[in-house]
């Protein structure tokens, strides 16, 4: 089973979100929109390697973004 990427969330000021992903394999940081991914939808590293988010990644990241957005009364 290949492991799920690392990464974190950003808001921009329109509460936007964007991913930042961290590669498995340089740990270089790819900044990805939300609302532009699919899942298992492939992106490339600068190094080469694949990053693919899955449909519980996504999922997950989306739930962390409505808490986000929750906490701070914005929907």
């Known amino acids: 089973m290949k492991q799920q990427p690392r990464f974190d969330i ?3 000021k329109h509460y936007n979100a ?3 992903v ?7 940081e790819t900044r ?4 532009n991914l699919t899942p ?10 694949t990053i693919a988010m899955s449909p519980g990644a996504l999922l997950q990241a989306e739930r962390q973004v409505n808490a986000i957005k929750a906490a ?4």
């Open 10 to 12: 950003d808001l921009d």
């Open 40 to 49: 298992d939808r492939a992106h490339r590293c600068q190094c080469g390697s």
């Open 32 to 35: 990805l929109h939300l609302k």
């Open 72 to 75: 701070y009364r914005v929907r």
């Open 22 to 28: 961290a590669c498995d394999e340089c740990g270089h």
């Open 18 to 20: 964007t991913l930042v």
